[in-house]
């Protein structure tokens, strides 16, 4: 029998839906419900519904510390990973300051559990830089969930290695060689978008 224990954060199952197109067919399916309701018993039932809506969103906006705007921002930074490369730490420093803004609005003004996050950062780390912000979301979906820091820290160092592989073969070895080969054709005709293609390439592909 195989007693192999694999370590994953949920969720375990998946399928290709994302959670905004399901929840899109759940709004469509309660229409009729809605419509129905405010129909039989008035505009007592649709303010009932409106006070529940905005009941929610307000209180996943309050609970929810981590928004879409923090993601973009960590993406941003992760372009930076390297800006403190070291032979000892490797990308350590770039990699934990990259997180550094999600980690504040998840502890505050709890400066200990901030150190603590960063601290939990900045040993070795070296992986392909266009995959390191997924591994930044991972470590700050982590933090948000207060999970072990243990487990975090034993996740992103079995994780940093596969991904630095998994990166060099899509970026650095495929898609990287063929956008140089045509910003390279441009540049020798004379065309000053070859370098600025290039970098464009190379910069949308780090945060998107």
């Known amino acids: 029998m195989d007693k192999t224990l694999r370590l ?17 067919d759940v709004v469509i399916s309660l229409m009729p419900a ?3 309701g405010t129909v039989i ?12 809506v905005a009941s929610c969103v307000l209180l996943e906006a309050i609970f929810n510390k981590i928004t879409k705007k923090d993601l973009d921002r960590l993406a941003m930074r992760s372009l930076f990973e390297q800006s403190c490369f070291s032979f000892e730490r490797m990308q350590a420093v770039g990699f934990a300051w990259g997180m550094g803004e999600c980690f504040r609005k998840i502890f505050g003004n709890n400066n200990d559990e901030m150190a603590g996050a960063l601290k939990n950062n900045l040993d070795f780390i070296n992986t392909e830089p266009h995959m390191a912000a997924i591994l ?5 979906s982590m933090e948000e969930s207060h999970q072990d820091r243990e487990l975090i820290h034993s996740l992103k160092t079995g994780l940093f290695g596969p991904l630095a592989g998994l990166g060099d073969a899509i970026w650095w070895y495929t898609a990287m060689p063929i956008i140089a080969a045509i910003c390279c054709s441009l540049a020798g005709q004379g065309s000053v978008l070859g370098p600025i293609i290039y970098i464009a ?8």
């Open 41 to 52: 018993f008035g505009l007592r039932a649709l303010l009932v519904i409106a006070v529940c």
């Open 136 to 140: 930044q979301g991972l470590i700050v």
């Open 34 to 36: 809605a419509i129905a």
């Open 201 to 208: 390439f190379w910069a949308i592909t780090a945060i998107f």
């Open 8 to 24: 994953s954060v949920s969720p375990h199952i998946h399928s290709g839906r994302s959670t905004a197109g399901i929840m899109r």
